[in-house]
Structures are given as structure tokens and as C-alpha cells.
């Protein structure tokens, strides 16, 4: 396992990752509710404000914006992704390689596993491949550990959600990205379950304020590292205030009534 603690994509130990790869993953459907984010720049721009550790994007997007923003925020370069248009097992190709991701100005990796899927057998074997060809780069290595596949219809129970972080640890991630897995003291037996691999929550579908820095708070309180999300910022109108509200949960460890 590699530190992160002084990693480019932390701030004092703690993670907050903008993801924006869902123009892949869901189509540009997710930019509906404020149609500007369809424009990279905007998200890009959001991606500055101080609470933002790394903006996690796929290579194309990667390649034409990030230069222009190389001096204000990390990359996390996600290297598989598939389009929701697929409609087989889940599975995940490998859009770029380690050593480019590196070229383009990446600070670390991020790789999505599904454990469960009949295509877990090769999805390990090219997380093997990246996540050795990071190390020879001291890049930490992101994985967004989502088991899914036939019989596997309920991806949030707790007991599913801990064996995630504990494959992300098993398998040699530096950071668990996982789904919320619904109450604080199954977030407790997520974090214990990922060892000394750190555990950040995954956003998930626009909610309330309230809820969302409530589930946040769980994470922090758990031991957890912090949050790579997406819709619940760049999906409000005004993401700068949620923002601000995350970087006192996150960052300066304020309770959620503090921040609202
Ligand atoms: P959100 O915070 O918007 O859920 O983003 C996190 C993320 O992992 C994205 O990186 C990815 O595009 C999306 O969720 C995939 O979600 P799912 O596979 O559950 O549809």
C-alpha cells in the first residue's frame, strides 16, 4: 500500500474527488438538471475550489481541459469506464494505459472492479497490470469496488459493501471507493474491513443537503478518507455552497448542523 497522505490528491490526509467520467458512464442525461456542466470548463472551474483534492476524468476529457488547469487541481485519471448503452455483464475496458495517464499530467489512477461479474476473472487481471505499472510511477491507486453482476441485484447491503473495501485491500488499491452502505455503524465494519487501504464513499444520486453531509459525516466518523462524488455538486445550482458545507465535515471535522 502506498501513503497517501502526501499525495497531490489529498489535503491533509483527506479526500474530496470530483468525478465528472459520467458522460461515459450514464450519458449526458446526468447534465440535465444543470445543462451547463455539459461543458467540461464549468466542471473544471468547480474542481478549484479549495475543497477539492483531484477532479477524476476519463482520457479524452483528460487530454483537451486539463491542461489548463494543471496548476489549480489534481488529476485522477480513470482508465476503464464502459457506456451505459452496454447492456451485457458488467464490464469495463481499459480506455488508456498507466504510462499515457502519466504523460497527460495524472496524479494518481482510478479503476473500476466488479467483483461478482462473470468478467471478474480479467477485470483482476488488468487492475493487476495497472496497479503494478502505477507503483513503478508512485501513483496511488483508486478503486471504485462496485460488486455487480447476475445474483448480485442488491450492490448496497453492508455485507457486500465491507467485502468490496476488503477487495480493494486484497487486490493492492491504495483507496476503496465504495457505495454508502446505509447507516454509520455499517460504515464502521466497511472501513475495519479495508485495513490500511483508505476508504472514501461514493456519492450516488442527487439527495437533500441534510442527507448527503449526514452520510459524509458517517464516513469521517468511521475512519473513512473522505468522498469521490459527482452529481450531489455539480448537480446543484449552486455547488460552491455544498462545497464549503463539505469542507467543514471534511477537513475541519465540524458536525452537519454546523455546516447548514
Ligand atoms: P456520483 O457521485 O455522481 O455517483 O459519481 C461517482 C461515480 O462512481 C462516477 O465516477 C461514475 O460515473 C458513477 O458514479 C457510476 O455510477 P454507477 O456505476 O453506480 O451508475
Redesign the pocket.
Known sequence: MLPIDDSPITRDGKVLIL?Y??GL??GPTDFDPVPETTDPEVVFDIATHDAVSAI?TQKGVAESYYPSYEDDVSLLA?LNGTSDLWMGEPDSPQNWSVDYAYEVGADAIGYTVYSGSNHEVEMYEEFREVQEAARTLDLPVVM?S?PRGQGLKNDTKPGTIAYASRIALELGADVA?VKYPGDPDAMDEVVKAAGKTEVVM????KTSDEQFLKSVKAVMDAGGAGL?????VWQRENPEELLDALEGVIYEGKSVDAVL
Open positions: 468525478a467520467d459520467h458512464e450514464h477524476a480513470k471504485w462496485y471507493k461514493s456519492g450516488g444520486s469521490a462524488v459527482g452529481r450531489n
